[in-house]
């Protein structure tokens, strides 16, 4: 068992009010849940045992041994590409994710506390580390030992026992400066996720095992069983698991969580209730809070993929999986085995000339009123310098160098924003007239890129109309003509 705090147990038999007869285990820490099903006594072992490797390695201070108690590849690690290899050398740079979701009385006073101890012992880590009410999701990097030394210490705060945390291999800082800070919400999700159970392990769906998902994602195609990516759309486009659509919303953020019945993607509203639904996302925190609202709907046969695709990758490969994992890093994407460790293979052909040779990174259009993230084969991101389009080329505030190498330019493009990479620590407490400034500053840039973008599609609509006036033209003339009459007021 790998995946936090939580205990494996059966929604299914819970959420039909099964009453399976309790399994006289002792309970693994005050912090899980009390369901013990007949079904369940053979994973509780497991993670008993798992927890107990965990806590006798937590002893033993030894940095690099933490490393490889966190994330063991089953596959022996020359097989794997070299960006999943996890890093062993301290003075290495890596990257390290975790998530955690427990409750946290008063996280203002955490995030200090965290503060304290990363400026005490001067760790040079940076990234994106949320503390909330309900728990934390980080993603940072640093030296292998800057970096696990800051996780091994959280592992040891309260409610933290059990952690799961990954590391990665990086060339460098993969994040400009460290972001350590309160946020109501740890994703950003529509509505917010405060009112969510998320830290209930019973309200969230069944975590399976890397081993066990491939399992049951091979049958997935005969079992009618719904593979949902919950992520955004662009990552879906770097790769994505067999016979998952692409999301409906362009950002995960944007997925509805209100009240209404018409709120859960269009593909659920099509299926049994009862039917198995298989959720995935990059690290697995998306899976935990948007299973909360899918399990309120009544969902309530809901399984998701234990620390992610990425770490899915580790352990078995790329089986079932199309292209590449994008990451919110410098890496971009990691490739799913070690066949595609040199140019890392997409999802979806070249946006611009549809050539399947399309390669990552994506490509962040150089013109900063349009911004677009697109996936471009490599002659193509030459061939228009950056750009997502021929208008593009020649938009009047092409501000930033291109990158035709892929890439995006930080902070999601805003280019604007380039004189932030002020100090290393930023707490999130900025003084009151640097905040409205960039507020200002972005609303603008807002508003351009949405005049842009408007045109841009009105553009893209007439010549797709006209290509459909011309081929029902070519079909039957006389019908399109009528249809041309009729259409005039
Ligand atoms: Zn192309
Ligand atoms: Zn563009």
Redesign the pocket.
């Known amino acids: 068992m790998l995946q936090n705090t939580r205990v494996p147990h059966c929604n299914k038999a819970q959420a039909r009010g099964a009453s399976a007869p309790l399994v006289l285990l002792p309970h693994p820490s005050p912090l899980h849940h009390n369901h013990h099903h007949s079904c369940c006594a053979q994973p509780v072992l497991e993670w008993r045992q798992h927890q107990r490797r965990v806590l006798c390695r937590a002893d033993d201070a030894l940095l690099h041994e933490a490393v490889a108690s966190t994330s063991v590849p089953t596959a022996s690690p020359s097989a794997l590409p070299p960006q999943l290899v996890p890093p062993t050398d301290p003075s290495a740079y890596c990257v390290l994710n975790f998530y955690h979701l427990t409750p946290i009385a008063d996280p203002q006073a955490t995030v200090e506390e965290h503060r304290r101890f990363i400026e005490r012992l001067g760790l040079d880590i940076r990234g994106r580390i949320y503390i909330s009410s309900q728990g934390m999701n980080s993603q940072y990097g640093g030296t292998v030992e800057h970096a696990t030394t800051y996780a091994e210490w959280v592992k040891q705060q309260p409610g933290f026992q059990g952690l799961f945390y990954t590391v990665w291999p990086a060339d460098g800082h993969a994040f400009p400066k460290l972001r350590l800070k309160y946020k109501p919400n740890l994703i950003s999700l529509a509505g917010g996720m405060e009112a969510m159970p998320i830290t209930d392990p019973a309200a969230r769906a069944t975590p399976l095992e890397p081993a066990k998902w491939k399992e049951m994602i091979a049958q997935a195609k005969d079992k009618d069983i719904v593979v949902l990516d919950v992520r955004n759309d662009y990552e879906w486009d770097a790769g994505h698991f067999e016979g998952a659509e692409r999301p409906a919303e362009e950002v995960f953020a944007e997925t509805p969580v209100g009240e209404g019945e018409q709120e859960v993607p269009g593909y659920l509203k099509v299926v049994d209730k009862d039917a198995p639904v298989m959720m995935y996302c990059t690290g697995g925190i998306r899976c935990d809070v948007y299973s909360t609202f899918l399990r309120k709907k009544g969902y309530n046969n809901l399984y998701t993929l234990e620390g992610g695709v990425q770490n899915y990758f580790r352990q078995e490969g790329g089986a079932h999986w199309k292209g590449s994992l994008f990451v919110f890093d410098a890496r971009m994407a990691i490739p799913a085995s070690s066949e595609e460790a040199g140019a890392l293979r997409a999802a979806v052909?070249?946006?611009?000339?549809?050539?399947p040779?399309?390669q990552l990174p994506h490509v962040n259009c150089a013109n900063i009123d349009c911004n677009e993230l697109f996936i471009?084969?490599?002659?193509?991101?030459q061939?228009f310098d950056g750009c997502c389009c021929e208008a593009c080329m020649s938009a009047p505030r092409l501000l930033r160098p291109a990158k035709v190498d892929g890439g995006h330019y930080g902070a999601w493009g805003n280019y604007a924003d380039r004189d932030e990479a002020g100090p290393i620590i930023s707490t999130g407490r900025t003084r009151e007239g640097r905040v409205a400034r960039r507020a200002r500053r972005r609303e603008a840039l807002k508003e351009k890129r949405m005049e842009f973008v408007s045109e841009k599609l009105a553009r893209k609509k007439m010549v797709r109309d006209a290509m459909a006036r011309l081929e029902a033209l070519e079909q039957s003339p006389q019908e399109a003509e009528q249809k041309e009459v009729a259409c005039t007021p």
């Open positions: 052909p070249c946006s611009l000339c549809g050539s040779d399309s471009a084969c490599a002659a193509c991101k061939r």
